[in-house]
């Protein structure tokens, strides 16, 4: 008899917008609730949403690089919608909404995904080019390049690009 393989699904989050990242891990938490294994690959802009807020770091960084760092969001509430941000303004009503209806925020569903173990991969070239370290992203981050996002991509059973 043969044996079924469990089901996976792959994400490449290349948005740093907040209701993107909000999409992606509602999928990545409501996967793995359904079993099934998901796995994260977290490139450029997407990076931002596992940016530890509290480990800013630039040293040993140039000029170019300290000023990116102090110049993009520091986490995961930092995000800006994709649309009708103004300013913040357009976030402060979805955020409100959300709480209204006592929806979780971005951050829980980030903490809900770190503890069902969704796999986290950052993209080596993209934290080189921005000047990003491994340290300064949350602890379940494994780096990896674009070879080994694409071998799981490829045995995995969907692929979405967020």
Request: proline residues 4%; aromatic residues 10%; glycine residues 6%.
């Amino acid at each position: 008899m043969e044996q079924e393989q469990k089901q996976s699904l792959n994400l490449l989050m290349f948005s740093g917008d907040y209701d993107k990242a909000l999409a992606g891990l509602i999928l990545a938490n409501s996967a793995k609730e359904m079993d099934v294994d998901v796995t994260m690959f977290f490139s450029f802009w997407g990076l931002f949403l596992l940016r530890d807020p509290d480990k800013m770091d630039l040293e040993g960084k140039s000029a170019y690089e300290k000023m990116f760092e102090m110049m993009t969001p520091r986490g995961p509430e930092a995000l800006p919608l994709s649309h009708m941000n103004y300013g913040g303004v357009g976030k402060s009503m979805l955020l409100e909404m959300m709480e209204a209806k006592d929806a979780p925020m971005l951050e829980d569903f980030l903490k809900g995904a770190r503890k069902k173990k969704v796999k986290f991969y950052g993209c080596k070239l993209s934290l080189d080019i921005m000047g990003l370290t491994k340290d300064e992203l949350i602890p379940e981050v494994e780096i990896v390049d674009a070879q080994t996002y694409l071998k799981d991509a490829l045995s995995s059973n969907m692929q979405l690009f967020i």
